[in-house]
């Protein structure tokens, strides 16, 4: 397993943007497929993205298509997500989390977890 430490979160109004960033430990990471997740209280956990091993595939959940961008930088041992276009509705913990196995969007492909990062969108 990897360790991840989620930051880049904060308060912005709607229509706003803001950058997530996911530091991963262990040189392994590069060969683990990375996602994002947010929860909201009192929800379950959601799908938001997800990026390959090598950067050359992503996927993302209907809502955020075309508002938000996952990337990664392998040198660095990170991930991030790139949110634009802000809405209200996108307040929620956001997680990082890393899969061995090359996970899609479900919660169970996926090996470690960060602790998560608070985004509040205003009205």
């Known amino acids: 397993q990897v360790q991840l430490v989620e930051s880049g979160g904060g308060l912005v109004q709607a229509g706003g943007s803001l950058r997530l960033s996911c530091a991963a430990s262990?040189?392994?990471?590069?060969?683990?497929?990375a996602g994002w997740f947010r929860q909201v209280s009192g929800k379950e956990r959601e799908f938001v993205a997800r990026?390959?091993?090598?950067?050359?595939?992503?996927f993302y959940a209907d809502f955020v298509k075309g508002r938000f961008t996952i990337s990664r930088d392998n040198a660095k041992n990170t991930v991030y997500l790139q949110m634009n276009s802000l809405k209200p509705e996108d307040t929620a913990v956001y997680y990082c989390?890393?899969?061995?196995?090359?996970?899609?969007?479900?919660?169970?492909?996926?090996?470690?977890w960060g602790q998560g990062t608070q985004v509040t969108v205003s009205s």
């Open positions: 989390a890393a899969s061995k196995s090359g996970g899609w969007s479900s919660e169970i492909e996926f090996d470690s």
């Open positions: 262990g040189r392994t990471f590069r060969k683990y497929a």
């Open positions: 990026i390959s091993w090598s950067g050359g595939g992503t």
